[in-house]
């Protein structure tokens, strides 16, 4: 019975969907809410706080919070403009901080974490995309915090900022206005939709808090990154806002009410602008109180800059937590790890230190009585410390304690562990089973292949027990990729295949070499790098020609000629036919406008065009009728953005009807030949449109190694020792399929969240919406592996027409015909089927291993930083690649074709 096609197809859509479904079982196990203490803390006797047992330090608060501020932006010589805050530094009256942002470096977890003083959760980065204003399920209603202990003192709070905070503190802030914190396009509406605000809220509003939360420096780092030129504008405005928050402070001051300013970042960023991983950069953000009631002496700003971005002392982000408690008299939240900032606590005098500490103490060992169970050497050295120590021991004493907490934060549920680990090993088991059984049954068939595969695949999971691997596992994509190529050159060489082997190392090589790929060495010698900052014109030549040969590429290689054509020539001469000449038109003006958006998009950006794509940028925004020389800074920003969502989504719409009527007309006259070539050259230039500017011309070099593989193919297909159809099939799925992973990370990403690309993710979008936004951000992230999934297609069906083998002036004659498959319509299920199975023993046999090792080493100091990223990954690979795009997309394409 298994020899039926329909019954091998049943058994793959079950084990591909339990292969899901073991993925995400295990997910749900490892990634679980986590357990906190329910209910608020109190004094159990008066406020060790109180200056005097009287009054607190402070009356009210500000709390000033700019996305993503890494610590050299407020402290560096070379990288900091906070020209106010440095004074304020100078004058005594800011104590300065770095402080350390737990991972994932995200808004949503360093917000519960900043306003709780507990660990973050993982899940909390994947819920962090979430904009669903309904969605209360990650609200801190229920959870202690300084914002519900403030409240509870009858103090009321306004709040304007990233809408984030609306989603945890839904009912709590008595005015507030919500800005969206995704759409990564906008640098200066969405903080002046905060500042707006300020007029009224300083003069004459009766608030004790006030929360302000900026996004604009953010959104500036993820399009162009910390040397963006809009970075030392945004920094002057985020120092002008602290000017206006000090003289209010001041103001108050006079009149009886101390207020304490809190300039902080949520999180750093790294070298290229992005977040959520663990690198110095992105755990380093900047933390300082200010008041003119400080009298710190000694400190100068701005200081020399230092390589780890320690500035100043060096402290957990969530000791802002107990440190912002002690000076508004609030009891320290219940689930809080924060401890009293040393520099803070000068403020009291000596006698009052030790009781502020002490009561410091007492909250964290209730929590850590409450969740541990071996409590014996930590509890007898907290009874020793009731008697009265100096603060020194104490503070040792909490660091002890804050450190081990932390590490054992998480509770899994081993019952969704162990089951998504099950599901997924059986699934590995049999997919190794059919495999071996349908490629070994044959005598036909080279064993050598079939074990070299296996051996690829079984070398490649075991580096996921290392986390030095993951971090850099770029490097054996490209061992693989050569080792393989090298592989099937010897075992199949002809002589006339050395050109195409020459060519396809060159391309790998040149791959390899485009970006920075690991995580732990960056370096700015790569193309891209040189392309984007050192040779701008040599970049947009290469753009304009990648765009210009993909474009000619999708009307002449695959069926739009003889699909368009009203007579019957099959030639490019027929392009003088209306049909032919109208297509040739709406190809290369939808290229255009997307070319012109890339160039809009760059310059937005903060990039300088160089004189000749200025020139085409020019025209195209005169053609909106928009003068730049007529307008003010925030003005053009505003109507280039607008330009920019009208030229993405125009010519990304002439790309979508070019398609369907594509389609629809080959069906109509049976043209079936070049369908595949036609889809994959459309959603190429789809892709280039969804890339970085300095990673599309890696688009020729991918087009030359398809050629050159194409051209590799056909020559073992019709040499004498003909391969079989099966072992073509495992030939190109396993090239391909290195192919994809080699060039995901020579395309800048790695296993980090921080290398997350969110600068093509907002196109032809006007305001945020996670769905199209979630797909935009996949096909950005992904547009290597989308090309190489599609591009195997090609290979597979339609090798002549990547090839370029024939004459454009007549068809292939019928024996010429014989190598694509695509003529073959009862072969298309089996090869996609044989193509499938392939993937799935890889994606099966390597997430097994990645599930065990996450399992094995999840109390391992870098299960958060390496690990956990590396699964949240190898999760959308399994979903979106492996089941959507090389199951569900190839399947719909040889379906339309």
């Not at 109180?289 to 020399?304: D, E, H, M, R, T």
């Amino acid at each position: 019975m298994f020899k039926s096609v329909t019954f091998r197809w049943i058994v793959q859509i079950v084990l591909t969907s339990l292969n899901v479904v073991g993925i995400l079982l295990f997910f749900r196990g490892f990634f679980p809410s986590k357990v906190v203490l329910p209910g608020h803390n109190e004094f159990t006797d008066i406020s060790p706080f109180l200056i005097n047992g009287q009054q607190p330090q402070f009356t009210k608060f500000i709390l000033m919070v700019v996305d993503a501020m890494r610590s050299d932006f407020c402290y560096s010589e070379s990288h900091s403009h906070f020209h106010f805050l440095h004074s304020l530094i100078n004058q005594g009256h800011a104590i300065p901080f770095t402080a350390f942002s737990n991972p994932p470096t995200v808004t949503l977890p360093r917000l519960k974490g900043i306003t709780t003083g507990g660990t973050p959760n993982f899940l909390d980065a994947i819920i962090n995309v979430n904009d669903d204003k309904s969605d209360t399920s990650q609200g801190l209603n229920n959870q202690d915090s300084w914002v519900g202990q403030f409240l509870r003192r009858n103090k009321t709070i306004n709040f304007f900022g990233d809408d984030t905070w609306l989603r945890l503190f839904p009912e709590q802030f008595s005015e507030y206005d919500g800005t969206n914190s995704f759409f990564v396009s906008d640098f200066t509406e969405v903080d002046l939709n905060v500042t707006r605000h300020l007029s009224e809220q300083l003069n004459g509003k009766n608030w004790d808090g006030l929360i302000l939360h900026y996004l604009g420096l953010d959104h500036i780092g993820h399009k162009g990154g910390p040397e963006s030129s809009y970075m030392k504008s945004k920094q002057e405005e985020m120092d002008q806002v602290l000017k206006r928050l000090y003289q209010y402070a001041e103001k108050q001051g006079q009149e009886g009410d101390d207020v304490v300013i809190v300039l902080m970042g949520d999180h750093g960023m790294n070298e290229i602008g992005n977040h959520g991983g663990s690198s110095i950069g992105e755990t380093s953000a900047a933390l300082t109180f200010i008041s003119p009631k400080f009298n710190q002496l000694g400190l100068k700003a701005p200081v020399p800059d230092v390589n780890d971005f320690s500035y100043y002392n060096k402290i957990s982000q969530i000791d802002l937590v107990p440190t912002l408690s002690t000076l508004l008299n609030i009891p320290i939240p219940k689930n809080s790890l924060g401890i009293i900032a040393r520099p803070v606590l000068e403020l009291w005098p000596e006698e009052s230190r030790i009781p502020i500490l002490l009561e410091n103490c007492k909250q964290i060992m209730d929590l850590y009585i409450a969740k541990s169970d071996d409590q014996g050497e930590i509890l007898e050295h907290w009874n020793k410390l009731k008697g009265g120590n100096s603060i020194e021991e104490i503070y040792n004493f909490l660091g002890d304690i804050q450190s081990e907490m932390a590490a054992s934060a998480t509770n899994y549920d081993y019952n969704d562990l162990f089951s998504g680990i099950g599901l997924v090993l059986v699934v590995s088991i049999v997919s190794i089973l059919i495999f071996n059984v349908y490629f070994l049954k044959s005598g036909n068939n080279d064993i050598r292949l079939v074990i070299f595969y296996q051996v690829l695949v079984i070398i490649y999971s075991l580096h996921f027990h290392g986390s030095s691997l993951i971090e850099e596992e770029h490097q054996l994509w490209y061992f693989f990729t050569s080792i393989c190529l090298t592989y099937f050159g010897v075992i199949y060489f002809k002589s006339t295949n050395v050109p195409y082997l020459g060519l396809m190392f060159i391309g790998i090589r040149i791959i390899r070499s485009w970006n920075n790929s690991g995580q732990k060495y960056s370096s700015k010698y790569n193309i891209g790098y040189y392309l984007l900052n050192n040779n701008s014109l040599l970049l947009w030549i290469l753009i304009t020609l990648t765009y210009f040969l993909v474009t000619l590429s999708t009307y002449a290689q695959g069926g739009f000629v003889p699909s368009f054509s009203f007579s019957n020539t099959t030639s490019l001469s027929g392009s003088q036919d209306f049909g032919n000449l109208f297509t040739f038109i709406t190809l290369f003006v939808a290229a255009s406008m997307s070319l012109s958006f890339k160039m809009v998009q760059f310059y937005l950006d903060g990039n300088k065009l160089p004189v000749v794509a200025r020139s085409i940028f020019q025209w195209a925004v005169n053609s909106y009728g928009v003068n730049l020389n007529q307008l003010n800074e925030h003005d053009a920003k505003i109507r280039l953005s607008e330009i920019s969502v009208d030229l993405s989504r125009l010519s990304m719409g002439a790309l979508a009807v070019v398609l369907v009527v594509r389609i629809v007309i080959g069906k109509i006259r049976g043209i079936k030949w070049g369908t595949i070539t036609d889809i994959t050259n459309l959603v190429t230039l789809y892709l280039i449109h969804q890339t970085r500017c300095e990673n599309i011309p890696i688009f020729i070099v991918l087009n030359l190694i398809k050629f050159a593989w194409a051209r590799f193919s056909i020559d073992l297909l019709k040499t004498k020792k003909t391969l079989n159809i099966d072992h073509n099939i495992l030939i190109i799925t396993v090239f391909t399929l290195c192919l994809q992973n080699l060039t995901f990370f020579s395309m800048g990403n790695t296993n980090s969240l921080a290398t997350v690309d969110l600068s093509n993710a907002y196109n032809g979008i006007k305001a945020y919406d996670i769905i199209p936004v979630g797909i935009l951000t996949f096909i950005s992230n992904f547009s290597g592996p989308v090309f190489w999934s599609l591009s195997s297609l090609q290979l597979l069906f339609e090798p002549s027409k990547a090839a370029w083998q024939f004459s454009s002036k007549k068809l292939p004659s019928t024996n010429e015909l014989i190598i694509d498959l695509i003529f073959f319509p009862k072969l298309k299920k089996m090869v996609l089927w044989v193509k499938s199975l392939t993937c799935l023993l890889f994606y099966s046999v390597a997430g097994i291993n990645l599930l065990a090792s996450c399992l094995n080493l999840r109390f391992h100091l870098f299960i958060w930083s390496v690990f956990s990223p590396k699964l949240l990954y190898f999760g959308c690979w399994v979903v979106f690649v492996n089941f959507l795009i090389d199951l569900v997309l190839c399947g719909l394409v040889l379906i339309l074709s």
